[in-house]
């Protein structure tokens, strides 16, 4: 069956350093992957979107890259900041299945 | 001022009664879409609409009816036939009905139902 994972367990990050979160994907072909920013009690908040044929994108301190080949897309935010805390949802769209989010990794930096 | 609208952000009803959720654009899209999001999970597609008077069954309509009257406005109506109402919902629209497009969210509602 479609399957999206992300890390269930929070993440904890000091401040400066770069996070790193994944999102993998099992049994899809996605054309496209987003990736949104979800504050506590509100709306996600769209980020950066990235193509099949897209290796990497970057936008400010944020990168994302997509490997279809591990189907695997990495979310980066380099110089973290303890503003930066959220949690972040992966989104997938394909042709089959509309558009599928996963669960989301919340993200903690400290101080 | 752009964006999305969402009333009320807390709701409370009573198993059994029918509910609808407001939800407002001013973004001048052509498609809205509404979500569902209980803890610990990812958004669930409800339903969405990609042209005035037109919309399609997500993954989850099933206890759910819509409307798309006007560009602007696409109500949820959560009907008792819902098993399991209690969530998050979450409205959102995006330029046109190409998934390759962003959605912009507005502040959901939260409703509980006893």
């Known amino acids: 069956s479609q399957k999206i994972e992300q890390n269930s367990e929070a993440l904890n990050i000091q401040e400066g350093k770069t996070a790193t979160l994944t999102c993998n994907y099992t049994?899809?072909?996605?054309?496209?992957l987003q990736w949104y920013r979800q504050d506590p009690g509100r709306g996600p908040v769209f980020l950066l979107l990235?193509?099949?044929?897209?290796k990497e994108k970057r936008k400010e301190r944020l990168k994302v890259t997509f490997d279809t080949t591990l189907k695997q897309s990495l979310f980066h935010i380099t110089a973290s900041q303890p503003a930066d805390s959220a949690t972040y949802l992966c989104?997938?769209?394909?042709?089959?299945?509309?558009?599928?989010f996963g669960s989301g990794t919340r993200l903690s930096i400290r101080p | 001022d752009g964006g999305i609208t969402q009333s009320p952000k807390y709701l409370f009803r009573k198993e059994g009664q029918n509910v609808t959720l407001s939800c407002e654009q001013n973004?001048?899209?052509?498609?809205m879409y509404w979500y569902r999001q209980d803890p610990g999970q990812g958004l669930r597609l409800i339903y969405y609409?990609?042209?005035?008077?037109?919309?399609q069954k997500g993954d989850i309509a099933e206890g759910y009816s819509v409307s798309r009257e006007k560009k602007e406005s696409f109500p949820l109506t959560v009907t008792s036939a819902q098993k399991n109402p209690t969530a998050f919902y979450l409205c959102?629209?995006?330029?046109?009905?190409?998934?390759?497009?962003?959605?912009?969210f507005g502040p959901g509602t939260r409703l509980t139902v006893t």
């Open positions: 990235i193509r099949e044929n897209e």
């Open positions: 049994n899809y072909s996605p054309a496209y």
């Open positions: 609409s990609q042209i005035v008077n037109d919309f």
């Open positions: 989104a997938l769209y394909s042709s089959a299945s509309k558009i599928i």
């Open positions: 959102a629209s995006s330029i046109d009905g190409r998934w390759s497009y962003e959605q912009y």
């Open positions: 973004l001048n899209h052509d498609a």
